[in-house]
């Protein structure tokens, strides 16, 4: 009878809606889970007649689930101290593979596998755009994000080595004043490269340039003449040798570095050639001459010690930075993200996991802060977007209607005892 299957309809839609909102709750605690909401829509309506005007009468037949969308808004990020948890704030999913076929997801708590590979709590590799030798290429098709746990940097020769300093321009003629300045050869070993300033009056300054005797195995010594300008700013240098000086500055035919060069190491390394760098920000010399006390405020150098992997961060733009015990710090890759035309449209696969579907439309990958892609968070992870009161104000309005409907089968069921007993 159709008083009986039409409430059973009603019966039947509230059991899928209270499953949804349980499986919410159920949800509260996981990453990135998203929210899910049944709606409901009417059957088809059986044609009975007509009034007089001409109007149809209908007779509905029940409800039935008409859909069940994803809240895709953001969940809040929760800081846990941890570099392997990614929060993604925004639009987009990270992609993740399990070798065969790409996913999208947005539950970033991921840790190394044996192999290194950043991967999601069920085992899928996170993917990402490469990098070589420190440079990410967003122009080529996504790996795997690997961290290199077990890598050893090489060390790196010094090539180029500045100081910023000021040289007493009271100083009497034949005075010195010397500073220092770490370099590495190629072999990772540190030396200290002292550079002796000797005054010799009317703003003009030696400079000598030599390591540790202990370090070479025959005495080396660079060395020049610097000029500096009433204002006490370095105007020119000559090293010895030189048929005249030059100007320091970026114009044509000026120079903006000194040449410094070490063979016959004593341990064994390659001959170190340099750079003195006599410019700072702005193409401003870094070294001056004024009346205060002749001091050094900064040295800097590009090489280094041989490093092992000490650890990893993951920045706003899924940039992944590795940082060695030598203190440099190497790009190994970017976390890519993947988003689709239409996100009702994913397939809930588990796991917090999500395929593309025709519906959907294909997956695309871009680069975070482009194509309205989100922002990443690193040692954060994204909460679940459920809110507990609407949960529990639906649960209550599912539960009456289900209460509403198995009224109307105990109702109807009453109505059909006393036809019976009419008939007897």
Same mark, same amino acid.
């Given at each position: 009878?159709?008083?009986?299957?039409?409430?059973?309809?009603?019966?039947?839609?509230?059991?899928?809606?209270?499953?949804?909102?349980?499986?919410?709750?159920?949800?509260?605690?996981?990453?990135?889970?998203?929210?899910?909401?049944?709606?409901?829509?009417?059957?088809?309506?059986?044609?009975?007649?007509?009034?007089?005007?001409?109007?149809?009468?209908?007779?509905?037949?029940?409800?039935?689930?008409?859909?069940?969308?994803?809240?895709?808004?953001?969940?809040?990020?929760?800081?846990?101290?941890?570099?392997?948890?990614?929060?993604?704030?925004?639009?987009?999913?990270?992609?993740?593979?399990?070798? %065969? #076929?790409?996913?999208? *997801?947005?539950? &970033? !708590?991921? =840790?190394?596998?044996?192999?290194?590979?950043?991967?999601? $709590? /069920? @085992?899928?590799?996170?993917?990402?755009?490469?990098?070589?030798?420190?440079?990410?290429?967003?122009?080529?098709?996504?790996?795997?994000?690997?961290?290199?746990?077990?890598?050893?940097?090489?060390?790196?020769?010094?090539?180029?080595?500045?100081?910023?300093?000021?040289?007493?321009?009271?100083?009497?003629?034949?005075?010195?004043?010397?500073?220092?300045?770490?370099?590495?050869?190629?072999?990772?070993?540190?030396?200290?490269?002292?550079?002796?300033?000797?005054?010799?009056?009317?703003?003009?300054?030696?400079?000598?340039?030599?390591?540790?005797?202990?370090?070479?195995?025959?005495?080396?010594?660079?060395?020049?003449?610097?000029?500096?300008?009433?204002?006490?700013?370095?105007?020119?240098?000559?090293?010895?040798?030189?048929?005249? %000086? #030059?100007?320091?500055? *970026?114009?044509? &035919? !000026?120079? =903006?570095?000194?040449?410094?060069?070490?063979?016959?190491? $004593? /341990? @064994?390394?390659?001959?170190?050639?340099?750079?003195?760098?006599?410019?700072?920000?702005?193409?401003?010399?870094?070294?001056?001459?004024?009346?205060?006390?002749?001091?050094?405020?900064?040295?800097?150098?590009?090489?280094?010690?041989?490093?092992?992997?000490?650890?990893?961060?993951?920045?706003?733009?899924?940039?992944?930075?590795?940082?060695?015990?030598?203190?440099?710090?190497?790009?190994?890759?970017?976390?890519?993200?993947?988003?689709?035309?239409?996100?009702?449209?994913?397939?809930?696969?588990?796991?917090?996991?999500?395929?593309?579907?025709?519906?959907?439309?294909?997956?695309?990958?871009?680069?975070?802060?482009?194509?309205?892609?989100?922002?990443?968070?690193?040692?954060?992870?994204?909460?679940?977007?459920?809110?507990?009161?609407?949960?529990?104000?639906?649960?209550?309005?599912?539960?009456?209607?289900?209460?509403?409907?198995?009224?109307?089968?105990?109702?109807?069921?009453?109505?059909?005892?006393?036809?019976?007993?009419?008939?007897?």
């Amino acid at each position: 009878m159709p008083s009986f299957f039409i409430p059973l309809t009603g019966l039947n839609a509230d059991s899928q809606a209270l499953n949804t909102i349980a499986n919410n709750l159920a949800n509260m605690n996981t990453t990135g889970f998203k929210a899910r909401a049944a709606h409901f829509a009417d059957l088809f309506y059986q044609h009975i007649g007509s009034t007089g005007i001409g109007d149809p009468i209908q007779v509905g037949a029940g409800t039935q689930i008409s859909s069940i969308t994803t809240d895709f808004s953001d969940g809040s990020s929760n800081y846990t101290g941890l570099s392997t948890d990614v929060a993604l704030q925004g639009n987009g999913f990270f992609v993740v593979s399990d070798g %065969a #076929s790409q996913y999208l *997801t947005r539950a &970033g !708590d991921f =840790s190394l596998d044996s192999t290194g590979n950043l991967v999601t $709590s /069920n @085992g899928l590799r996170v993917m990402g755009y490469p990098s070589v030798n420190g440079v990410v290429n967003t122009n080529t098709s996504l790996v795997p994000i690997n961290i290199p746990e077990s890598q050893i940097l090489s060390p790196k020769a010094t090539s180029s080595f500045g100081m910023t300093a000021n040289l007493d321009s009271s100083t009497a003629a034949s005075s010195t004043f010397p500073a220092t300045v770490n370099i590495y050869d190629s072999l990772g070993q540190s030396h200290t490269a002292t550079v002796t300033y000797t005054a010799n009056g009317s703003g003009q300054w030696k400079y000598s340039i030599a390591l540790p005797a202990s370090d070479t195995t025959a005495a080396q010594t660079v060395t020049g003449t610097m000029s500096f300008d009433k204002n006490g700013n370095l105007t020119t240098i000559q090293p010895t040798g030189a048929a005249s %000086a #030059s100007t320091v500055g *970026t114009a044509s &035919g !000026d120079v =903006s570095s000194i040449p410094v060069a070490f063979s016959g190491l $004593s /341990n @064994g390394a390659a001959n170190l050639t340099m750079n003195w760098n006599l410019l700072g920000t702005g193409s401003t010399p870094t070294i001056s001459q004024v009346d205060s006390k002749s001091a050094v405020g900064a040295t800097a150098q590009d090489g280094y010690t041989s490093g092992t992997y000490k650890e990893f961060t993951v920045g706003s733009d899924g940039t992944v930075t590795v940082t060695f015990s030598n203190q440099q710090k190497i790009n190994v890759g970017q976390v890519a993200l993947g988003d689709v035309a239409n996100q009702q449209g994913l397939e809930a696969i588990g796991d917090g996991n999500y395929a593309a579907t025709l519906a959907s439309g294909t997956m695309t990958i871009g680069a975070s802060g482009t194509a309205g892609l989100g922002s990443m968070e690193d040692a954060a992870l994204e909460g679940s977007n459920v809110n507990i009161s609407t949960e529990f104000a639906n649960l209550i309005i599912a539960q009456r209607a289900f209460e509403a409907n198995s009224k109307s089968v105990t109702t109807f069921d009453t109505i059909t005892q006393e036809t019976i007993q009419m008939i007897h």
